[in-house]
């Protein structure tokens, strides 16, 4: 199983985050960590940019620190 997070290309555009992504994708690419859900593969297409990553079983994040 694998989880799959995209980012519409208007938002990298509109928050001029561009930098951000390609950043967050050489860093989960350097990270071997078991606490650190590994990256598997960056895919792109005309509307989104996405990032293919393990799938973490359990809550999300946003639970987590609720």
Request: proline share 0%; glycine share 2%; aromatic share 10%.
């Amino acid at each position: 199983m694998y989880a799959l997070k995209s980012v519409h290309r208007d938002k990298v555009a509109m928050y001029k985050i561009s930098d951000n992504l390609v950043y967050e994708r050489d860093i989960l690419l350097k990270i071997d960590h078991v606490m650190i859900m590994k990256l598997v593969k960056t895919m792109k297409d005309e509307n989104r940019v996405y990032f293919l990553t393990e799938h973490i079983h359990g809550i999300d994040l946003f639970d987590a620190l609720r």
